[in-house]
């Protein structure tokens, strides 16, 4: 089977964006990766979370302007971390003859955490944007890790994970280039 991407960008929606660290850095990785994904012919799809705090049609909940989907990309809602949970993300991919995910989004220990993991157990490659996620602002103190703890950490377990039969690999995204052909690791 051919080789073929997909960007998705997770939750990067005005309410999310205004509480993560380093917003500004993160959406321009993600809009670049966007912009490289198109003029490559690489299917977009936002993820879109609804629910307390994000309902649908407010402010808070739509995409980031720099974001915003287009009319001919596919979006899906969920209601939990788990992309893939009671939302047609697999069916979605699978008409687009994906076969790898690149991953972005908010947030890092969360969604972005979740959907990568689900996306190995449903047979896809993956590809986690090391400066593409990002989670929410917080002080160094109390039982959360840092925000850039959470993320080096998450970057790094994503490094050594291993799915048998699935290629993983943690770029930043200048690295991520949706036209080169690879091998996948066997």
């Known amino acids: 089977m051919p080789h073929a991407s997909a960007l998705l960008v997770i939750d990067m929606q005005n309410a999310l964006?205004?509480?993560?660290?380093?917003a500004g850095e993160t959406v321009a990785a993600i809009t670049g990766l966007r912009e490289r994904a198109k003029a490559a012919g690489v299917p977009v799809v936002t993820i879109q979370h609804q629910g307390d705090g994000?309902?649908?049609?407010?402010?808070?909940w739509r995409i980031v302007p720099e974001l915003a989907p287009g009319a001919d990309e596919a979006v899906v809602h969920k209601t939990s971390a788990d992309?893939?949970?009671d939302t047609d993300l697999d069916k979605t991919l699978k008409v687009l003859g994906v076969t790898e995910v690149v991953v972005t989004g908010f947030a890092t220990e969360i969604?972005?955490?979740t959907t990568a993991r689900q996306a190995l157990s449903h047979r896809y490659d993956l590809v986690l944007v090391a400066d593409g996620h990002t989670t929410s602002h917080r002080p160094d103190t109390g039982e959360y890790a840092s925000p850039m703890q959470s993320i080096a950490?998450?970057?790094?377990?994503f490094r050594h994970i291993d799915f048998p039969g699935r290629s993983i690999r943690v770029l930043p995204a200048s690295e991520v280039d949706?036209?080169?052909?690879w091998e996948p690791r066997k």
């Open 83 to 85: 992309s893939f949970l």
């Open 54 to 60: 994000l309902e649908a049609g407010t402010e808070g």
């Open 153 to 157: 950490h998450h970057n790094e377990i």
């Open 111 to 113: 969604c972005v955490d």
């Open 178 to 181: 949706f036209a080169a052909a």
């Open 17 to 22: 964006v205004a509480i993560a660290h380093r």
